[in-house]
T-cell receptor
Framework: DAGITQSPRYKITETGRQVTLMCHQT?????MFWYRQDLGHGLRLIYYSAAADITDKGEVPDGYVVSRSKTENFPLTLESATRSQTSVYFC?????????????FGEGSRLTVL | GQQVMQIPQYQHVQEGEDFTTYCNSS?????IQWYKQRPGGHPVFLIQ?????EVKKQKRLTFQFGEAKKNSSLHITATQTTDVGTYFC???????????FGSGTQLTVLP
């Protein structure tokens, strides 16, 4: 049972470059989420998706783009990376509306923007 | 801003001592979840509380949801080194379909 996997686990890039973080889940969960984790800020929601082709903004969406053409994949793209986007990014999924369902997190992708 | 405030930010305890972390909100919460994140790891779901005044136990961990559903606590009895990590509470935002996390309490257990 692979669960939810993220790639790459570690990435170093330069300011202005485009970066895509991949997220894949094998449970067929309806909901998927992208969070970023920074010291002093806990986990902040970037984007989420209720189903394939349905996405919505979270708390900190600026500078990010998501898509969800298939239920199992939810890539996060930084169109032009900035230093402030240096963070640990977590993908998560939930079988139901997060109001009633627990989140299952991936291992995280640590991104450094130079 | 965040819906829930979590305190303390850091807590160092001697192994065997108790530990408590608190989450407080100015508004009524529909439910609250708790997660644990080990150093270098990812958050892992512990429990969800839904009812006013609810108390749930998992071995040495006791979770409470306040009567007014505006606060919650996680208490660990007789901490062990395996309890090390950051504990987060999380709750849906009242006006949006988003789960908002508290800033977390980082627990260090000294042997």
């Amino acid at each position: 049972d692979a669960g939810i996997t993220q790639s790459p686990r570690y990435k170093i890039t330069e300011t202005g470059r485009q970066v895509t973080l991949m997220c894949h889940q094998t449970w067929s969960h309806s909901y998927m989420f992208w969070y970023r984790q920074d010291l002093g800020h806990g986990l902040r929601l970037i984007y989420y998706s209720a189903a394939a082709d349905i996405t919505d903004k979270g708390e900190v969406p600026d500078g990010y783009v998501v898509s969800r053409s298939k239920t199992e994949n939810f890539p996060l793209t930084l169109e032009s990376a900035t230093r402030s986007q240096t963070s640990v990014y977590f993908c998560a999924s939930s079988v139901a509306d997060r109001n009633t369902g627990e989140l299952f997190f991936g291992e995280g992708s640590r991104l450094t923007v130079l | 801003g965040q819906q829930v405030m979590q305190i303390p930010q850091y807590q160092h305890v001697q192994e065997g001592e108790d530990f408590t972390t608190y989450c407080n909100s100015s508004t009524t919460l529909s439910n609250i979840q708790w997660y644990k994140q080990r150093p270098g790891g990812h958050p892992v779901f512990l429990i969800q509380l839904v009812k006013s005044g609810e108390v749930k136990k998992q071995k040495r961990l006791t979770f409470q949801f306040g009567e007014a559903k505006k606060n919650s606590s996680l208490h660990i009895t007789a901490t062990q080194t395996t309890d090390v990590g950051t504990y987060f509470c999380a709750s849906p935002r009242s006006s949006a379909r988003q789960l908002t996390f508290g800033s977390g309490t980082q627990l260090t257990v000294l042997p």
